[in-house]
C-alpha cells in the first residue's frame, strides 16, 4: 500500500511540474541528492537556532522563503494524551494558511516571557531521494520533533485538553484565562506539557527563482503527536 500512495504521488507530482513549466526545466541544472539533503539539514539547524532563540518571526520568514507559492500541503495526524488517543485530524494547509498560522503562533510565543519552549529537539532523516525531470525530486522524510511548551499564569495553563483542542482545529494558541484558585503553587509556576512528534513526509522539493534556492512544494505527511502534561 505505501508503495502504490508514493507512484500515486510521484505521478500527480510529475503532472504538475510538467504543466507548470517544462521549458524551465530543461534549461536548469539537474538537481542532486546532495543538495536535498543539504536542503533539509539546513532546515533542521535553522529551525533548531530559531525556537532555542526565541525568535519565532524567522521560522515565519523561513515558511516564506522555503514554500512554493503552489504547494499544498495534506497532514493527517493522530494526537495522543499520556499514551491514549485522543482525536484524528486530516488538514490541507496552502501556504497562506501556513503563513497566518505561523504569524498567529509567533506572535503569542514572543509575548511571553522567558523562554516558552524549552528542551527543543528536531531530527529530519531523508530516506529516499528520487528525481523528477531535471530540477525537482520526490524526496520521503522522518520527522522527529520534541520540546516542553510552558506558559506563565498570566496567559492561561496549557493543559492538554487545551492543546488537544488545537491540533484539531489548527488554533496556535488559547484566550487567556484567570487563575484558579486553591493551587497557588501551579499559579506561580504555570504548566507545562512536553510534546513530542513524529512525521513520515513526502515532498516535491524544486528550484526556486534561483537555481541555488530550492522550495518544497506538493508534500503528504502521516504525523503522531504524543501530548504528556505535567506541572512547571
Not at 495526524?77 to 491514549?84: G, K
Not at 490541507?92 to 503562533?105: I, T, Y
Not at 488537544?164 to 504548566?191: H, I, W, Y
Request: aromatic fraction near 4%; include cysteine.
Amino acid at each position: 500500500m505505501r508503495n502504490d500512495i508514493k507512484a500515486i504521488f510521484l505521478g500527480t507530482a510529475a503532472g504538475l511540474l510538467i504543466a507548470s513549466g517544462p521549458v524551465q526545466a530543461q534549461q536548469a541544472q539537474s538537481l542532486t541528492e546532495d543538495e536535498v539533503r543539504s536542503f533539509f539539514d539546513t532546515m533542521q539547524q535553522d529551525v533548531t537556532e530559531a525556537v532555542e532563540a526565541g525568535d519565532f518571526e524567522r521560522l515565519v520568514e523561513w515558511t516564506q522563503n522555503r514554500i512554493a507559492e503552489e504547494a499544498v500541503f495534506s497532514v493527517s495526524n493522530e494526537v495522543y494524551r499520556d499514551d491514549e488517543r485522543k482525536s484524528f485530524a486530516v488538514v490541507s494547509l496552502d501556504k497562506e494558511d501556513m503563513v497566518r498560522l505561523g504569524h498567529m503562533a509567533a506572535g503569542m510565543l514572543s509575548g511571553m516571557q522567558g523562554q516558552p519552549v524549552q528542551d527543543y529537539s528536531l531530527e529530519i532523516q531523508v530516506t529516499d531521494v528520487t528525481p523528477i525531470g531535471a530540477d525537482a525530486a520526490s524526496v520521503t522524510a522522518e520527522f522527529t520533533e520534541s520540546g516542553t511548551l510552558t506558559m506563565p499564569p498570566q496567559h492561561g495553563a496549557p493543559d492538554a485538553a487545551a492543546v488537544d483542542e488545537s491540533m484539531q482545529t489548527g488554533a496556535t494558541g488559547t484566550e487567556p484565562q484567570q487563575a484558579e484558585t486553591g493551587d497557588t503553587a501551579t499559579q506561580q509556576q504555570g504548566r507545562s506539557v512536553r510534546i513530542e512528534a513524529n512525521a513520515e513526509c513526502n515532498h516535491v522539493v524544486h528550484r526556486g527563482q534561483t537555481e541555488d534556492q530550492l522550495v518544497i512544494g506538493l508534500s503528504t505527511c502521516q504525523a503522531r503527536t504524543n501530548l504528556q502534561p505535567s506541572s512547571g
